[in-house]
């Protein structure tokens, strides 16, 4: 499942010559825009109040140029983007010779319309299976008992690690 029609066009992937083998090259934008839509995990990382980091694995769906999570509003990392919304989302494989690593930075925006609430769900559903099957009311997920807030992240920075030969780390900028 891949939702990228609408998103903004990249820029051009710059390689890092520092961290780069000189063979290696930046990969398209296409080619990371499908391994964001197509990883089933990633981890995100916020901000306590107190300065100290939190990091926790997440499913998370790509549309519209943007990555999309949900958390329950009293969960530590819900709490911790009221207060910064910046974040980090990261995802690849954990091995060191081999696969692509992607991370994405940039700012956690709630989002409430139900109508978009909606196609996200779908989304999710169509991505996880059944287990991820949520009903939208009142600008939240439902899920059983229990309801989550959801979040767009639109990316600010992108980068990418090349993982084996050659190693390299591409950076890609939006505006």
Not at 4 to 12: E, F, G, M, Y
Request: hydrophobic residues 40%; negative net charge; charged residues 25%.
């Amino acid at each position: 499942m891949t939702d990228v029609p609408d998103t903004p066009a990249a820029p051009a992937g710059r390689l890092d010559p520092r961290y780069s083998d000189p063979t290696a090259g930046a990969p398209p934008w296409t080619e990371v825009e499908r391994l964001i839509a197509e990883a089933e995990l990633f981890w995100i990382s916020t901000v306590r109040p107190d300065g100290r980091p939190h990091v926790t694995p997440l499913p998370a769906v790509w549309s519209s140029g943007a990555l999309h999570f949900c958390t329950g509003p009293e969960e530590r990392k819900a709490r911790n983007l009221a207060e910064n919304p910046h974040v980090v989302l990261t995802t690849g494989v954990n091995t060191w010779a081999r696969g692509y690593d992607v991370v994405v930075e940039g700012r956690a925006t709630r989002v409430t319309d139900d109508a978009r609430l909606r196609g996200l769900a779908a989304l999710w559903e169509e991505k996880y299976g059944d287990f991820w099957h949520f009903d939208v009311r009142d600008g939240h997920f439902h899920h059983g008992p229990g309801r989550a807030v959801v979040f767009s992240v639109a990316p600010h920075t992108v980068f990418g690690f090349g993982k084996g030969e050659p190693f390299s780390q591409t950076r890609w900028r939006f505006a």
